[in-house]
Nanobody, 124 residues
Framework: QVKLVESGGGLVPAAGSLRLSCATSGRTFSTYSMGWFRQAPGKDREFLASITWSGAITSTADSVKGRFTISRDNAKSTVYLQLNSLKPEDTALYSC?????????????????WGQGIQVTVSS
């Protein structure tokens, strides 16, 4: 069993910053990639960023490139998403995901495990 738990969300004013964390526990794999997604009410799930085990390869959606940065600390079994210059349209439920195949997937269907998500609300 693999467990993913997000933290660091909350209410932030526009132009503010947050750092989301996703801690993994339980069954471990030798290598795996991680991704961040979000879903706003009435909208489809949106890919944000992904990262390989070593952190050497990342992929970031054009919609958030330059504002959001993914990183990871394997010693802490944690992946991070730094959110800068936040906008009200960034308001959504943010979720992390783990893929056993170590590729920086953009397709949510490639991920094997998901966290429950954490709310980020950006006020105008």
């Amino acid at each position: 069993q693999v467990k993913l738990v997000e933290s660091g969300g909350g209410l932030v004013p526009a132009a503010g910053s947050l750092r989301l964390s996703c801690a993994t526990s339980g069954r471990t794999f030798s290598t795996y990639s991680m991704g961040w997604f979000r879903q706003a009410p009435g909208k489809d799930r949106e890919f944000l960023a992904s990262i390989t085990w070593s952190g050497a390869i990342t992929s970031t959606a054009d919609s958030v490139k330059g504002r959001f940065t993914i990183s990871r600390d394997n010693a802490k079994s944690t992946v991070y998403l730094q959110l800068n210059s936040l906008k009200p349209e960034d308001t959504a439920l943010y979720s992390c995901a783990l893929a056993r195949l170590n590729v920086p997937w953009r397709d949510p269907g490639r991920y094997d495990y998901w966290g429950q998500g954490i709310q980020v609300t950006v006020s105008s």
